[in-house]
């Protein structure tokens, strides 16, 4: 079974790459992708890891694009690990999340709900190359007593249009494409279901997409027949995964549940680019 979007506490997931890596496994996974936001550095890990539980390993990341303030998620894969421009972009990328949570915080503390300082960002966190988010500021407001849960802290504060809410600045979806091409990856257009932005699909596909994300926790049977029928008709391949975060980050039931039919990994496999 395959699974290409899996996250680590590298970015916003609750598992360690190690940890990530034995609970594929025993959910009877063969080829994983470790798919966090904005970084590869949970690679070297995952990568050790699978080696030694026998799974196999693709190279990924997801990558947070823009489109007129909303955010659309690019996911990336096979791509070079090593690739000068990518990890240069992939460093700003990280940047603007740490100045993203700043912000966020101080708009808490002025509305009378300060998190600890614990919770800003660190120069730990730049050289680790981790990716900061909401999700961070949500569990902080949640140990601070100021939200029941992570939903509860979306719900009411940092949801687009919330009182704390932040623009991201990002590349457009189609700059992002085009860097992970020439990383040598494949760009598939995440989670559609749940982003809403149907209407950018024909064009990103025009710009170059490869592929569109079908099979994800948030996608019913129509819409995995959908998207199917949609990548088909734009000469898309298709991927998908559980896009887990954890064991207590929700969806935690889609791991092993929610996979890529081998045919169509094959299919997306080999579109696969040589650099």
Known sequence: MTDLHLHTTASDG???????VARAAAAGLVTIAVTDHDTMSALTEARVAARQAGLRLVTGLEITAVHESQDVHILG?????DHAE???????????????VDEMLDRLAALGLPVPDAARPTGDDVASGRALGRPLVARALVDAGHARDIADAFDRLLAHGRPAFVARRGAAPAEVIGIIQRAGGLASF?????LGLDEL????????????EAFHPDHGPADVERYRRLADDLGL?????SDYHGPGAGRADAL???????????TLE????RV
Do not use: C, M, W
Request: positive net charge; proline residues 6%.
């Open 14 to 20: 609750d598992s360690t790459p190690g940890d990530l």
């Open 77 to 81: 894969y096979f791509v070079d690990p």
């Open 86 to 100: 990518l990890n240069a972009f992939l460093a700003d990328q990280r940047a603007d999340r740490r100045r993203r």
């Open 190 to 194: 995440a989670h559609p279901g749940k």
């Open 201 to 212: 699909i024909a064009g990103l596909a025009s710009a170059g997409l490869d592929a569109l």
């Open 237 to 241: 391949a298709v991927s998908g995964g």
């Open 256 to 266: 092993g549940a929610v996979v890529l039919p081998e045919k169509d990994f094959a």
């Open 270 to 273: 080999a579109r696969r680019r």
